[in-house]
């Protein structure tokens, strides 16, 4: 369970916590750095007054995405999302060469579905 957790909620969390880092970097250091040139000091300025647009968009997807796969685990918790018929594990969609099939999420697993 604790595999799931972590290949569920990792990267949207890493992502909620890159949009802060983003914050702090363009409200923040970039235009202090930018103040000390007089040609990219408006530049500074610019960036200072619409530096929190792209960091909340960030903020904005992380959440969605931690709720999306939230839901995802609820489901799999009671029974309605694909299992993998060799650990019982969650299943994720992939694309190959042959088209769409589901693979289970555990790394050493090799279970598969085909549609």
Request: aromatic share 18%; proline share 6%.
């Amino acid at each position: 369970m604790n595999y799931l957790m972590l290949r569920l909620f990792a990267r949207p969390v890493l992502a909620i916590f890159g949009s802060l880092f983003l914050y702090i970097t363009l409200a923040y250091w970039l235009p202090q750095k930018f103040t000390a040139s007089p040609i990219f000091a408006p530049l500074g300025a610019a960036i200072q007054e619409n530096a929190g647009f792209v960091p909340l968009a960030l903020f904005l997807f992380g959440t969605a995405w931690c709720v999306a796969n939230g839901y995802r685990l609820w489901r799999w918790s009671i029974g309605e999302e694909p299992c993998c018929p060799r650990c019982g594990m969650m299943m994720e969609f992939r694309t190959g060469r042959y088209g769409t099939y589901l693979r289970c999420i555990r790394q050493n697993c090799r279970g598969k579905l085909d549609f």
